[in-house]
């Protein structure tokens, strides 16, 4: 509260309209952190809709606040371009975020092929990124898979996250 009245943000004249996907991961989380800004003095709206509305809103930046959830199970690092370069799509796009150094490190992860290096610069990335703080992370979910004794030749690729 004291860093709000620091800024002059008075919490009691701020209405914050919260989108938020109908599934339970995002509206169980989502009702905590109205909980806490309310605490703040924030008056909150929670604005349901379903998935493809919310992602659809993502792209275009139509949303004040959205509880969202963030995904990079790929194998290759720079699937980051689509949540933080210029001009990436989805996340980057709708609130037109812009970093020319990190969409430098990600040109130059993509552009290098000595593996040792490659995850050189990723980390650089990744600490760059941590010190920018586009969004904020407020849980992390683990995800669970599930198959059948029989299924033969199956190999998990682990995603890359920040570290």
């Not at 605490?39 to 004040?64: A, S």
């Not at 995850?119 to 599930?146: D, G, N, V």
């Amino acid at each position: 509260l004291e860093l709000l009245t620091e800024a002059g943000v008075d919490p009691s004249t701020v209405t914050l309209d919260f989108a938020v996907a109908t599934i339970s991961v995002h509206s169980d989380t989502a009702q905590v952190v109205a909980q806490q800004l309310e605490q703040l003095g924030f008056t909150v709206n929670i604005i349901q809709q379903d998935v493809p509305t919310l992602t659809e809103r993502r792209g275009t930046g139509d949303y004040q606040m959205m509880q969202d959830g963030l995904s990079l199970a790929y194998p290759d690092p720079d699937a980051y371009s689509v949540y933080y370069d210029i001009g990436g799509s989805a996340y980057a796009a709708g609130v037109n975020y812009e970093n020319q150094d990190l969409a430098d490190l990600l040109e130059q992860g993509r552009s290098e092929l000595d593996p040792e290096r490659r995850k050189e610069i990723y980390l650089e990335f990744e600490r760059a990124l941590l010190e920018e703080a586009p969004w904020i992370y407020i849980l992390h979910r683990p995800q669970a898979e599930a198959s059948v004794a029989a299924l033969q030749g199956y190999q998990r690729i682990p995603g890359v996250g920040l570290g």
